[in-house]
């Protein structure tokens, strides 16, 4: 489970309606390619869902690499 949150900083010099909020749900899988011993990369594929609003929908993807210690 991730959760992620946004917020305007400064002017909002793109938009010229007055900021709106909705909720979001992202469902995802994740994928950990073993690079060497604790060092992962990290493919991951998710939809962003937002009930009540349609146009907020889309599909994403992530890359990442992964250390532990």
């Known amino acids: 489970?991730?959760?992620y949150?946004?917020?305007?900083?400064?002017e909002k010099y793109y938009y010229k309606d007055p900021i709106k909020c909705?909720?979001?749900?992202?469902p995802s899988l994740d994928f950990r390619?073993?690079?060497?011993?604790?060092?992962y990369i990290n493919l991951e594929v998710g939809y962003v869902l937002t009930p009540g609003y349609k146009d907020g929908a889309?599909?994403?993807?992530?890359?990442?690499?992964?250390?532990?210690?």
């Open 1 to 3: 489970f991730h959760a």
């Open 5 to 10: 949150f946004h917020r305007a900083i400064g």
């Open 22 to 26: 909705h909720l979001a749900i992202r």
């Open 33 to 39: 390619i073993p690079v060497e011993r604790h060092q």
């Open 58 to 69: 889309s599909l994403d993807f992530a890359i990442g690499y992964t250390w532990n210690y």
